[in-house]
DNA sequence: GTTCCGCCGTGAATCGATTCACGGAGTTGT
DNA sequence: ACAACTCCGTGAATCGATTCACGGCGGAAC
């Protein structure tokens, strides 16, 4: 019955070692006798032992913990990275704290100050646009970073290849014959949205088309389901017939389906749909639906090798599931 | 260019005191003469000194941090439970560690191994069936945990009040008519499915009918769309013709309603459907879906609160969202 | 003028794991 | 038999923040 946490200390007094061969049991046990080690260990079995992180990390002066920051972790999307993170540093033991900035400076600068103070081994972010900055005052205190979904010549970084991305969703739409193809798009400052749209231009350019008469983007208030259901509305009623839509996310996508069908249009004969991110529920949906795949866990663990190996910057690519919602064969 | 962190003693001396004094500076700032204290936050300033928690912890003997294991953090209902608790941490400066055992006693076991070592104030726990033993072994290390989402007289606890989740449910779905409830329940050994099938007796009993012939149960093998879907068409094949279902979560009513939908059945009129949870989703559907929402950020906030200040036991109320997929006025 | 007190600041001791220079014991080679 | 090694274990020093017993100093009280 101790309500204490036993100490190298304490297990050297019951093995009757010395501290510093509990130590080397722990860190270098070829390093000491089998009969001594087994009595050590026992000795550590007993009492309960758990080594103590902070006086470890002390006297190291290296932690093996690493913080992630990420936009929100309320979107799948971003759990999926940080399972993949988790699953990296699992394999060197090291331990994983996930913050969430909710796109506030604020939180980020919050988090930052406490990452710095945990001392982490590493801090991997998917990056605002003020995120920059305070990276380089980490490097100053020593701490390495990692930015997340983004390329950058700059800095350590992972990421995914929305061109590639748009490239292919196109490519397949115009596969399927579609030669009016609307692109429910993001803002216009977002990587991603500027990414993805050079993919689909590039596509319709190899198939020998004219992109200014096959593509046409509205750009959205906010990715939500709403917004995409008015964005939808408003690219209808010019008027320009659009026989397929690409949308910037699933959730969009959700709000553009919801429109065609309340219009009774079919999907995919009256109107192809493509999502992107492939969500959990992409596949769920009453007509399953095409969505670009982003390897978020291999992003996840990429980052973290990276900052664990210095391996080489990396650029995945993204993988287009092909459903019901474009694929006529399917229906 | 200082690519070292700085410590107590730099400050000291750059500020020309002792490291007792930089030391109150931090801890009783009001001990410090004002003159001497401007010194030294200057000097901590221009060196950009960042207390060490390892030393800190190390010294006091308490941590700040709090480690969470949850079941799944891809779960967007276990992320904001997880938001929660950061929220109430952040109050008292203190970093969540947040860990997702994904059902499996292994990742669960090095999760408290790991924050053991950590040293952590105390662990949250969505409780997995062999999890308690391993919470006694952390309460010796003098480590005290909270279960969430779960109601237990022995251990701190913070819960949803399921059997009020499922009263309201069913009462809702009794008030509009219905007298043949199906439940897509999980399985027995669930608490949550126990509870609510009380709360399902219980209104039908207050509302003067006989459960046994108003209300037929089915157990899903898992909490999918799938089997929402097989459990579904079984139940349709039993030719008991029940015009409303009950479903154990938002996953699983997506099931059914795909195969309502597949098999011609209109929501509500040929059939109401009720979800738990209140996913993200729920509301974006082509039929918007009536849902039990349960308040996971305050409970997570309830836990933490639990943990850091020992308050009492707490149960939330969980509240029904009335949607279009159960009630004719908002078809 | 002596005593007492409060205000400020000091610096050594402490937390627990790790490291490393050191040395005792035993083995091998010549 | 003695040097040269290897093998195994020792214990003091170290990391950085915190704490606390201590002391210097100035002012107030008698």
Redesign the interface.
Known sequence: ?????ASVKDVAAAAGVSVGTVSNVLNRPERVAARTRAKVEQAMEEL?F??????R??RAGV?R?VGAIVMD??N?YY??L??GI?DRL?VDDH??????SDDDPRREA?FL??L????VRGVLVTPMSTTKDRLS?LR???IPSVLMDSSSRDHASVGVDHVSGGRQAVAHLLAQGHRRILFLAGQEELQQTRHRLKGAVDAIQSAGLDPSEVLKVVTLPALT?NDGQQGLIKALESGWGPTAVFCMND?VA??A??EL?RSGLAVPSDMAVVGYDDL??AA???TPLTSVRQPMRQLGWAAADLLLTDTPHVLFEPELIVRASSDFLRR
Do not use: D, F, K, W
Request: with cysteine; aromatic share 2%.
């Open positions: 019955m101790t309500p204490q946490r309960n758990h080594r103590n992180a902070s006086a990390q002390l932690s913990t972790v309320g799948p759990t999926e940080a399972r988790e699992a331990t994983l704290i996930l913050c969430s919050r100050r406490l710095a103070e945990q001392g005052a100053r205190l020593g389901a959730i959700l709000g389906m919801r069908r959990y529920l769920e949906l009453m």
